[in-house]
């Protein structure tokens, strides 16, 4: 989020069946009689009636398909979670059995995206436009050769200097892929195979497919996955093997 004079900016990215990831700009528009602290106001506070004059959203830019996605739905996407990452990515997933890694960079007519400018035009959401560019995209989960896996969830875990993505599919297994690995490449749109750095392989801890996976927002190593047979298994990726995890629910049912 951004804070700016009588503005704040919360930005949020969202997956689209047409397989396309769009952004949107959510504007807290502060009430500048509501307090004396009207510039230090944090997003968090614009939910008070008293300090909020209203909120607008804004479009601020989207995703292209490229050729291999054409039909594929993106079914879900997550953001880096290190504040001081140099680079804001999104990681996301698609029907067809591939993850894809973006950048998130400003557009050349607009603000910065970090808005470390003085500039009073930085306020318009107008301004905050980005640009949504695949890094790299692989083909992740597959039920059989020739046949690929719906990829439900991805997301970033571990740190700067190890960072992993995880996948979950309907193939039942849970990968961990070496971000460094994969972003070495020239391509950003090549439909390669990578190869993970450790596949939980299926009916190690599910009996079912994964259909979520989520870090921690304060601990980066650990890491909780969900499957369609009602349990939840928490990991902590620096331990990892093919047989061991940190924990395990019982069924919901």
Known sequence: NNNNNNNRFLRFASAHSTGEIRMQTLQCLV?????????????????????RLGYRIHHSGQSTVESEQEGALCLALNWTKHEHDRQQQLVSTYSNGRVAIHDVLPSPNSSSLNNNNNNNDSNDPENQEVQIVPRHAWNAHSLFPGCPAEVWSADFCGDNDDRL????ADDTSLKFWDVRTLLDTTSATTGSSSSPVLTVPPSTVFAAGTTCAATHPHHPYWVACGSYDETVALYDVRYLTTTTNKGVSSSLA
């Open 165 to 168: 993505i995880v996948s979950c």
């Open 31 to 51: 009430n500048p009689d509501a307090d004396e602290r009207k510039d230090d106001i944090e997003m968090e506070e614009c939910y008070d009636d008293a300090t």
